[in-house]
C-alpha cells in the first residue's frame, strides 16, 4: 500500500511511526521545511516540501497511482483541494481529510471526498466522554511521576519527544545540498515493527475498518 | 438603475470583489457581501446599499447563514484559490445555487471545477485572451 501525506505538523510523525510499522509506502508532502528536513532524516521515504495545493509539487512527490491521500492541514480549504488534485490528476481513489471545522463534514462528503475525519468533534466528544478518564490518567500521571516516570502517554518502546529523539541530532545531516526536496530512492528497509503504543493501534483500526483491501501489502 | 431582483453573494470584498458588488448593486440585485476582515468594506461605493457580512467563508454554517443558500449567484473573489474552490463547490453542490463563479488563478486547481456547474473567472488567461484579440493572435491553446 502506498500512501501520500499532505500538511499536519506535530501528528504527522506518530501517524508516520504507525504508517512504516504497517510496512505502507510513504511519501509526504508539507510545505514546512524545519518538518521536511525532520522526517527526511528520521525515515527512509519520500519528502517533498512544498504546498500541497500545488500540483507540480505533488508531481514532484511521485504519488501517481498511491492508494490514498491523507490530508492533514489546519486549514479545511487546503484539504479539499489537495485530495480533489489527488482525484482528478494522480489517480488516488481513496482521501482521508482531517476537517477541523465540523461545519464542512457534511460539505467535503457531498463534494465526494472518501472518508472525512472530524478532528474538533472527535476530541469535543473524547473529553465529554471521558472527563472522568481524563481526571483518571492525569492523577496517575501525577502519580507516576512522583515514581520518576517522565510521562504515562507513551509505552516503554514508543520514542518520546526530547529522549531518544533523533530530531535534534540529526538535524544537520545528508540535506545540505538539497534546499528544497528531499526524495529518496525507493527502495527501503523497515526496521522491524516496534510494539505498538496505543495511537498506532487506534489508527490501524481505522484504516482496518473503512479500507480493509488497502491492507494487503 | 436595473431591475433584476436576484440575490447575490459576493465573497471576498478585495479589489475585485468590492468592483463586482458595486456593479452588481447598481444594476439592481440585492447583494450581499462577505469578508472576514471588517476594513475590506470601505473599497465599496458609498451607494453600496447592500449588507455586508464579516464571517469567515471556510465555514459552510457562516456562508449559509450570509445567504448562501438562498442566494441566485454566488461569486467566489477571495484572493486563495483553495477558499474559492471550497465556497464554490459548497454553494453549487450543497447548497443548489444555480449561478456560481469562482476566481482561480492556478489552472490546474481551476480543473478541478469542471465537474461541477461553476463558472471559472481565472485573471491571467482573460488578459492573456485580451491581449491576443488586441494584437491580433491567434488564440493559445488553453495547456490539459
Not at chain 1, 53 to 72: C, K
Not at chain 1, 122 to 135: K, N, R
Not at chain 2, 85 to 112: H, K, M, P, Q
Request: aromatic share 6%.
Amino acid at each position: 500500500m502506498k500512501a501520500a501525506l499532505t500538511g499536519g505538523s506535530g501528528r504527522i510523525d506518530y501517524l508516520l511511526h504507525a504508517l512504516i510499522a504497517h510496512q505502507v509506502a510513504v511519501a509526504v508532502v508539507n510545505p514546512d521545511k524545519a518538518l521536511c528536513e525532520r522526517l527526511a532524516a528520521r525515515y527512509d521515504i519520500t519528502v517533498v516540501n512544498g504546498n500541497p495545493t500545488d500540483r507540480p509539487v505533488l508531481e514532484d512527490a511521485d504519488i501517481q497511482g498511491f492508494d490514498v491521500l491523507i490530508a492533514l492541514s489546519d486549514s479545511d480549504e487546503e484539504n479539499l483541494v489537495a485530495c480533489q488534485l489527488a482525484q482528478r490528476y494522480f489517480g488516488i481513489a481513496h482521501q482521508i481529510c482531517v476537517v477541523s471545522d465540523p461545519a464542512n463534514v457534511t460539505v467535503f462528503r457531498k463534494i465526494g471526498i472518501d472518508l472525512v475525519i472530524d478532528s474538533t468533534s472527535l476530541l469535543a466528544s473524547a473529553i465529554e466522554a471521558g472527563e472522568q478518564t481524563v481526571a483518571g490518567a492525569l492523577a496517575s500521571e501525577r502519580n507516576d511521576r512522583t515514581r520518576g516516570s517522565r510521562s504515562s502517554h507513551f509505552a516503554a518502546s514508543e520514542p518520546r519527544p526530547g529522549d531518544d529523539d533523533p530530531f535534534e541530532a540529526d538535524e544537520t545531516l545528508a540535506f545540505a545540498e538539497a534546499p528544497d526536496r528531499y526524495a529518496r530512492p525507493q527502495t527501503r528497509t523497515f526496521a522491524p515493527a516496534p510494539a505498538q503504543a496505543a495511537h498506532p493501534k487506534t489508527l490501524s483500526a481505522h484504516l482496518t475498518g473503512r479500507l480493509p483491501h488497502l491492507h494487503q501489502a | 438603475m436595473g431591475i433584476r431582483n436576484e440575490a447575490a453573494l459576493v465573497v471576498g470584498c478585495g479589489t475585485l470583489g468590492s468592483e463586482i458588488a458595486d456593479e452588481l448593486c447598481d444594476n439592481g440585485y440585492n447583494v450581499t457581501v462577505m469578508d472576514w476582515n471588517a476594513d475590506a468594506f470601505h473599497l465599496l461605493d458609498t451607494s453600496f446599499d447592500g449588507a455586508r457580512i464579516t464571517a469567515d467563508a471556510t465555514c459552510a454554517t457562516e456562508l449559509e447563514q450570509a445567504g448562501a443558500k438562498t442566494a441566485d449567484i454566488v461569486i467566489a473573489v477571495t484572493d486563495s484559490d483553495a477558499k474559492n474552490v471550497f465556497i464554490a463547490e459548497t454553494a453549487s453542490a450543497v447548497f443548489g445555487v444555480s449561478t456560481v463563479y469562482a476566481r482561480v488563478e492556478d489552472e490546474s486547481i481551476g480543473g478541478l471545477l469542471d465537474d461541477w456547474n461553476i463558472e471559472l473567472l481565472c485573471p491571467h488567461r482573460l488578459c492573456l485572451n485580451e491581449f491576443a484579440s488586441l494584437e491580433g493572435l491567434t488564440e493559445s491553446e488553453q495547456p490539459a
